[in-house]
């Protein structure tokens, strides 16, 4: 028996609390990180960050060449790639001058539209950005969420946006919960439904199938 995403959700929520996503001072750092974490795990990217903190700014950043950019987010990797996105996506950005709010004053469809059609933005890092940087309700598609949903007993669609509106046609459409729902199956994979799960106390225990392939 499959059990609701809300109920997932609350049963999360209860247990893990609020987990104020996405880690970064500001949207724009966020932004950045999203890119950085391509192919790689949060570590490396912290440790890019560290390296490319005075220059965290869209401004700053531009003054760059894309080879010094490269080096300083080496330890995120194929950091010659991730300079050259990092800067096609400030070429994006620039249109809008670097302004937040504005861009948070389109319509999310076509906001999407925009950040695809970015040289090296997919779909979970298009959404990531809707999501945290320029608040919009998306469900976002990650390894983690297939792992836990599967286990659970969903069999999700393998199109990534068959699943995503799965999901969102379930719940209601509010920012916050779509917030709180990718930081929470974040914490839930790194605590308990790892590739080899920890299923001691896990707060999902009682309605999960354990499927494990």
Wanted: charged fraction near 30%; include cysteine; aromatic fraction near 14%.
């Amino acid at each position: 028996m499959k059990h609701s995403y809300q109920l997932i959700y609350d049963k999360l929520f209860d247990y893990y609390g609020p987990q104020n996503w996405w880690p970064a001072d500001t949207p724009f750092e966020m932004m950045v990180g999203s890119i950085l974490v391509q192919h790689t795990n949060w570590r490396n990217v912290d440790k890019a960050l560290t390296k490319v903190k005075a220059y965290l700014d869209p401004e700053r950043i531009e003054t760059l060449k894309t080879d010094e950019l490269a080096q300083l987010i080496r330890s995120s990797g194929f950091f010659n790639i991730k300079a050259k996105r990092i800067k096609t996506y400030l070429e994006w950005f620039k249109t809008y001058n670097y302004d937040i709010e504005r861009v948070k004053m389109k319509n999310k469809q076509e906001l999407r539209k925009e950040l695809l059609n970015i040289k090296g933005i997919g779909r979970e890092t298009a959404d990531v950005m809707l999501l945290y940087a320029f608040e919009q309700p998306i469900f976002v598609v990650d390894a983690y969420a297939r792992r836990m949903f599967y286990r659970l007993g969903h069999d999700m669609p393998k199109s990534y946006d068959v699943f995503r509106k799965q999901v969102e046609k379930e719940l209601p459409n509010k920012w916050t919960l779509y917030n709180e729902y990718h930081a929470l199956l974040v914490e839930h994979a790194k605590r308990h439904c790892k590739a080899t799960p920890i299923c001691e106390g896990c707060p999902l225990y009682d309605i999960c199938e354990q499927r494990l392939d």
